[in-house]
């Protein structure tokens, strides 16, 4: 039988092909994908090109014209600079969304989003052409204007922060259930949006700070990934500005402190994070000032208690509420570091001792450093002393050091005459006379001598 006879001879059932494919079906029921990527070309060349064209009378490429959306304003030229190269674009985007071809509007509406930013030239005809035909070019962006008036320029930049605060989410919460996805969720209008936002809060009384602190995270972190790195002094500002001259209470001041420290570093040491934020810095000093009277005076009381830590709560406390003091910083051994973490949280910042300096660590053992401009006070607790320099003496200890030797602390003591006035001669004070005020009085006049401005007993009495 030959090989027509046997074909011929073969019964084939077709079977019909499904309705609908897999990826198809699968396709329709995800929600749609709003962004076209930025193409991988020079852009520049696309741009002048272009308006070399349009100024010349002459039809620019199909390639150019499926890439000029992408040259609207950060290319060199720039098409929204170019009014006949802009009309012409704009046209076009008009005319092919009216013969039902949206390519060239997603097109658009994704640069537009990706390159936003509320002082771009021409924002307002871009935004308009976006706005009138966003219900002929479909899903998203129909769903994106009818929902949100996403294309109406800068007026959209504070209505939807608003929104989105209002609702407890994000830009990228309000977006993405909408059909926005991938790099337009970190663009141009979302990173405006989210500057909006943070000046918002900065302007919003705070509640609670743990309140004030979840809104923030929520608005500018990704788990504990900040989505905008440029964002970090808005936040810091959105955190901590409205709560003005108020030093909030204690909780709340650690649970700001722990917050911001763990994400910039302690402005007393990470200072090149908080250039720029002498507004915030300048608070937070004064925060960080109590926090480290607190720490050392709390701590030590716990691992040591003594009367006469009350007398040291106020006598420092009196410099401090006169705006003395212009830095403070503890140095806490292993029973201190343990406490202080325990009472102020993990993230809470202190100096801790180091080995070889002359006088051994007595378990306990704590020294709190009080920067009054023109001198440096290094305080022992137990039967350590307090210790003065100048600002001018070489040896005079840095502040926010995370390690301390003895040496670098405490001033050496004299070779023969130890006497009470040789000390206080040397800058060095013993705490006798706590209750009857001997030793702060004698503090009182060295500080008096050294910055100028006197602190009357009356002012530091303990209760």
Not at 15 to 34: D, F, I, K, N, Y
Not at 325 to 353: C, H, M, S, T, Y
Request: proline share 6%.
């Amino acid at each position: 039988m030959g090989f027509l006879t046997a074909v011929e001879r073969l019964s084939l059932r077709a079977r019909p092909m499904p309705e609908q494919g897999t990826t198809a079906r699968l396709a329709r029921s995800l929600p749609p994908v709003a962004p076209i990527e930025r193409p991988h070309v020079d852009l520049d060349s696309v741009a002048g090109n272009f308006i070399a064209c349009i100024r010349r009378g002459t039809q620019p490429s199909l390639r150019d014209w499926n890439r000029i959306a992408w040259c609207l304003w950060t290319t060199k030229p720039a098409v929204a600079e170019d009014d006949r190269a802009l009309d012409a674009m704009l046209n076009r985007v008009v005319d092919m969304v009216r013969n039902k071809k949206r390519r060239p509007y997603r097109q658009l509406a994704s640069a537009y989003l990706t390159d936003f930013a509320i002082d771009r030239p021409k924002l307002a005809q871009i935004s308009g052409v976006l706005r009138d035909f966003a219900s002929a070019a479909g899903e998203p962006w129909d769903k994106l204007q009818a929902r949100y008036a996403l294309f109406t320029g800068a007026e959209a930049v504070g209505r939807i922060a608003r929104l989105a605060l209002k609702e407890q989410t994000n830009i990228q919460g309000l977006l993405k259930p909408a059909g926005v996805r991938g790099m337009l969720l970190e663009a141009g209008f979302a990173e405006a949006v989210h500057d909006k936002g943070l000046e918002i809060l900065r302007s919003t009384p705070v509640h609670t700070a743990v309140e004030r602190i979840d809104t923030v995270r929520r608005w500018s972190l990704d788990e504990e990934r900040l989505i905008f790195k440029r964002c970090k002094g808005q936040l810091a500002r959105a955190v901590v500005l409205p709560f003005g001259e108020r030093i909030p209470a204690l909780a709340e001041r650690n649970e700001i402190l722990n917050f911001l420290i763990a994400r910039f570093g302690d402005p007393r040491i990470s200072g090149g994070e908080w250039i720029g934020l002498d507004d915030v810095v300048d608070i937070l000093r004064r925060w960080l000032i109590e926090q480290s009277l607190r720490q050392f005076l709390d701590v030590v009381d716990k691992i040591a208690p003594d009367h006469m830590w009350k007398y040291r709560r106020a006598f420092w406390q009196a410099y401090h509420e006169k705006e003395l003091l212009q830095n403070a910083w503890v140095i806490f051994g292993d029973e201190g570091a343990v406490e202080a973490r325990r009472a102020f949280g993990k993230d809470v910042p202190f100096g801790r001792f180091r080995s070889g300096g002359r006088r051994q660590i007595e378990p306990g053992h704590a020294v709190l450093l009080l920067d009054f401009g023109e001198c440096i006070v290094a305080d022992w607790s137990h039967n350590g002393r307090c210790n003065i320099w100048k600002k001018s003496d070489r040896n005079c200890p840095k502040l926010n050091a995370p390690y301390y030797t003895t040496d670098e602390i405490m001033r050496p003591l004299p070779k023969n005459d130890r006497t009470e006035p040789n000390l206080n001669k040397n800058d060095m004070f013993t705490h006798v006379g706590a209750d009857t005020y001997i030793w702060q009085n004698r503090v009182a006049e060295r500080l008096y001598q050294l910055i100028g401005v006197r602190v009357q007993p009356s002012d530091y009495r303990a209760p």
